[in-house]
């Protein structure tokens, strides 16, 4: 059995190491792209275009942070604790999952 566990917390370490790098790599994509068409276009429409493009960034690095967080907490602490964390845990990310996903489209996610 120990010889699985630090399988999955390198997996778990993994998971939000990815979610990190999607999370820097979403902002630098969204920042070249508005500055390429801040100086290509009449800028119309650039800060908007900014926002949705960082927003997906965010929530796709949150998404793996999430499922980091639920290996870690699942498989390697199963503790009355760590599981609360964890709750808590989503509960905060779903939150900001959700009104990302509003800020971008402006409309809520099951409609």
Same mark, same amino acid.
């Given at each position: 059995?120990?010889?699985?566990?630090?399988?999955? *917390?390198?997996?778990?370490?993994? @998971? *939000? @190491?990815?979610?990190?790098?999607?999370?820097?790599?979403?902002?630098? $994509? %969204?920042?070249? =792209?508005? +500055?390429? $068409? %801040?100086?290509?276009?009449?800028?119309? +429409?650039?800060? #908007? #275009?900014?926002?949705?493009? !960082? +927003?997906?960034?965010? @929530? =796709?690095? !949150?998404?793996?942070?999430?499922?980091?967080?639920?290996?870690?907490?699942? %498989?390697? *602490?199963?503790?009355?604790?760590?599981?609360?964390? @964890?709750? %808590?845990?989503?509960?905060?990310?779903?939150? !900001?999952?959700?009104?990302? *996903?509003?800020?971008?489209? +402006?409309?809520?996610?099951?409609?």
């Amino acid at each position: 059995m120990e010889s699985t566990r630090w399988i999955i *917390e390198y997996a778990a370490l993994g @998971l *939000e @190491l990815a979610g990190t790098a999607v999370i820097v790599a979403g902002a630098i $994509h %969204a920042t070249l =792209l508005a +500055g390429l $068409h %801040a100086f290509s276009r009449s800028g119309e +429409g650039i800060f #908007q #275009q900014y926002r949705v493009r !960082l +927003g997906r960034g965010i @929530l =796709l690095g !949150l998404e793996f942070l999430v499922a980091g967080d639920i290996i870690n907490t699942v %498989a390697v *602490e199963s503790t009355f604790y760590s599981v609360g964390v @964890l709750a %808590a845990i989503v509960l905060v990310r779903t939150f !900001l999952s959700v009104t990302l *996903e509003v800020e971008m489209t +402006g409309r809520w996610p099951w409609e």
